[in-house]
């Protein structure tokens, strides 16, 4: 069974940091590209990045996490990250993982984890 699961959210203050992981069960992470989404209350859904398959040699980074949030993949262990420095309230949502079982960053995502909230408040 097609999994992904998210993790490592929390409350944090401004400034701050934290590392969401998104582990993948059911198949083998190695050959697809992974995004990262967030939403917030009252907002649409996002894109906030997303990395391509392999060794992750492309990445999209959005306009509002540029500088601040790197993806990167651990294939061994079947595992997306997204490392979110320097946070800032607007950050706030519930972050999503997910893959459409292609290679490249693709335009629609069909398999999404259950997600992760981050609170960034102090």
């Known amino acids: 069974q097609v999994q992904l699961v998210e993790s490592g959210g929390g409350l944090v203050q401004p400034g701050g940091s934290l590392r969401l992981s998104c582990g993948v069960y059911?198949?083998?992470?190695?050959?697809?590209?992974v995004g990262w989404f967030r939403q917030a209350p009252g907002k649409e859904r996002e894109e906030v990045s997303c990395?391509?398959?392999?060794?992750?040699?492309?990445?999209y980074y959005a306009d509002s996490v540029k500088g601040r949030f790197t993806i990167s993949r651990d294939n061994a262990l079947n595992t997306v990250y997204l490392q979110m420095n320097s946070l800032k309230a607007e950050d706030t949502a519930v972050y999503y993982c997910a893959t459409d079982f292609t290679s490249s960053c693709p335009k629609s995502y069909g398999h999404w984890g259950q997600g992760t909230q981050v609170t960034v408040s102090s």
């Open positions: 059911g198949f083998t992470l190695e050959y697809y590209a």
């Open positions: 990395i391509s398959s392999d060794d992750g040699d492309y990445t």
